[in-house]
């Protein structure tokens, strides 16, 4: 049964205020056998005060052995199994800059590349090319015309823009035309489906006629297509659990997750401090409150276990400017684990902690990895998390007579 | 969703080695309520070892409170759901001396029995009748002739045989002719299911030829029927995994269940000892190896709680035969407990470790029940191991972008 099939029917609308804090990839490995984790060796004492009061666990991203990219990561933290609804990069991408897709809408992250004088791929990232010069020339390319289509383009950063088709009878399943390699020709746009031959044939009019204009450009003269992806169906927060909710991210992908799921966008911080800021400023306006947090995964991708340590930190100190708003249910969590030492998401569960006035506390004084083992959430499936959420909150009436 | 979806879409080939060490019915139970199990009552050095480098858990065969016969206690281990994956007796039987079933035949153990004067059974077993006199007889079967089908007679161990029919439309629910009592004719076999009355028919012709061909024998002058069972469709681990996998096994149902999901039965090894000594000859042509010891299962099936001990001891001594080889990964486990104090398979989770060079290690330093209770894998369901197997030796892929 999915579960958003008893949480429309139980939910229960009430004045609580939930905030779900996401370390992305917060949890991680010892760089040696007797090591700590990032989390361990990091100094937390709000989040071991948080640790005291409340109950920790830990958080299967998917299933176990299964490590996550972000989409399937936060849907499951945002209660969604990531195993029913999957989105494609494109979706991701274009909801990210703000984009806002329709149903039926099938997005494509684009990169400028260069071509030499005989259509091989010279670089496939045309130098990435600088925002303020490749923007003009994605702009450009709205001139395309596809009959029956709507065409969108959109520049993002560097050698990066996307593309959105709308138009009847598009499927999202088309291979990407980026051949991975240099000193070969990009590849032409191929269905996977027959419900995406359109798609398909729709992309290859539009790179003709790319291919026309760019072609006196020196630095980007041609452009390939990826991640092809339909928006997802995603039934909203306010729909399944009652809940408006606001997110707070300072990455675009995040945001596009979470605008997925119904969440408004608010603020435009560019860091933890001033998302505390936001935080504070829409208090009052939502009931539920995602802060995400990127750094903590970017250091482990990097391999750097020192500054993930300092990133924890950092985490850690914006712990009393939520608590001092007073919310009645206080997650910290994350969307998938990156250990430094793998330099990559990973599959291992991650260290999650729940505090509310009536959470069961466990023992524990102190919030990781090895705390989270015998902590009295035990280990749980992310999409289960919502469910916690709203209980806690008071907002989840009882099931069954 | 199946887990070989994402597995056959997410697998990495790359150079690690995987062992998977079962000891059958690994798990216990103490025989007082102040008591140790089995295998915290064992010395076990090696184990101990391991257990202090990596991380241990609690694996439930099929879900909580089931015990699983061997069948549906291996199908877990190696990552196939056991309620979508069923396997008759037959067909394991069939299997497991080395009879290839194809797709859509049909295997029967059969018993020899003695039949007093009136037609009733006077010995379910025909007294045991050792090998060599059972053998011919079975094989005098094989004269018998069914129009459409082909037929095949195999002898296996004293009064024990093999039948398997080979046709089209023969599904494989039919009832047992062995009345379980003496005393009594023996039952018809009759058809459980619409789909599996050609082979009740089948099968009643046999029984009439076979009835004619061990009249006048005195030990053994008819069969029963047991365990009809068609052939059950499991993909390959070298499909589904990417792994081309050895079984290591000495009785023949673990080996005939290690063919069923396509492993290569490697050795004819007859003790531990060989095991080891065929699993370091064909380490460089495997990925993938199951090592099967069934002692730990028998003793206990035996009430034998002292032997049970003993047996955990004599697998704790084969640990360093297998971690001089360097696996990448290495995972002790069992397929069920069989605790000495129920004289069966039982639903007791099994302690299960798992090393690995990225295994995220817990505190303990010894492996049983008890550790194993707050041990970092957590409890989870046997058919999800593999998955762990294979992110620990860096063979899945990334879900989702």
């Not at 009878?169 to 999202?172: D, E, K, P, S």
């Not at 035309?177 to 000193?183: C, L, Y």
């Not at 006196?216 to 003269?221: I, L, P, R, S, V």
């Not at 006035?357 to 004084?365: A, G, L, S, V, W």
């Given at each position: 049964m999915d579960m958003h099939e008893l949480t429309r029917e139980l939910q229960i609308k009430n004045k609580t205020k939930i905030v779900m804090l996401v370390g992305d990839g917060l949890g991680g490995l010892p760089m040696t056998p007797d090591g700590k984790t990032e989390l361990e060796a990091a100094e937390t004492p709000n989040m071991d005060a948080l640790a005291a009061k409340g109950v920790q666990g830990l958080s299967?991203?998917?299933?176990?052995g299964i490590a996550p990219g972000s989409g399937p990561g936060h849907l499951g933290l945002f209660g969604y199994d990531p195993l029913k609804y999957q989105i494609g990069r494109g979706a991701l991408e274009a909801t990210g800059i703000g984009f806002e897709m329709q149903p039926g809408d099938v997005a494509i992250r684009c990169n400028f590349c260069t071509l030499d004088a005989d259509g091989n791929i010279a670089d496939r990232r045309a130098g990435r090319i600088p925002t303020e010069e490749s923007a003009p020339l994605a702009i450009s390319l709205r001139q395309i015309q596809i009959p029956g289509i709507e065409v969108f383009v959109e520049p993002v950063k560097e050698h990066r823009f996307v593309v959105v088709f709308r138009g009847p009878?598009?499927?999202?399943n088309v291979r990407d035309?980026?051949?991975?390699?240099?000193?070969v020709p990009p590849l032409e746009p191929e269905a996977v489906d027959e419900g995406s031959r359109k798609t398909a044939d729709v992309a290859r009019q539009f790179l003709i006629q790319a291919r026309e204009i760019l072609k006196?450009?020196?630095?980007?003269?041609f452009h390939t297509m990826r991640g092809f992806a339909a928006r997802p169906d995603l039934p909203s927060y306010e729909e399944v659990y009652g809940l408006k909710a606001a997110a707070i991210a300072v990455y675009p992908m995040y945001k596009g997750l979470a605008r997925l799921v119904g969440m408004d966008i608010v603020g435009e911080a560019t860091s933890l401090d001033e998302q505390m800021q936001v935080l504070k400023e829409n208090w009052e306006s939502y009931d539920f409150f995602f802060i995400h947090f990127k750094y903590t995964d970017s250091t482990g991708e990097d391999g750097n276990y020192a500054e993930k340590v300092k990133r924890r930190v950092q985490l850690d100190a914006c712990i009393p400017a939520i608590t001092e708003l007073g919310p009645d249910v206080l997650i910290v969590t994350g969307d998938h684990s990156t250990p430094a030492y793998l330099k990559s998401h990973s599959w291992h569960p991650v260290p999650t902690l729940l505090v509310s006035?009536?959470?069961?506390?466990?023992?524990?004084?102190s919030f990781g990895e090895s705390q989270a083992i015998t902590?009295?959430?035990?280990?749980?499936?992310?999409?289960y998390l919502m469910l916690l959420a709203l209980s806690n909150a008071g907002r989840m009436g009882k099931y069954g007579a």
């Open positions: 299967i991203p998917v299933k176990p009878g598009l499927g999202g035309t980026d051949p991975q390699a240099t000193g006196d450009e020196t630095k980007a003269n006035d009536c959470c069961r506390p466990d023992p524990h004084t902590g009295g959430l035990g280990q749980f499936e992310a999409q």
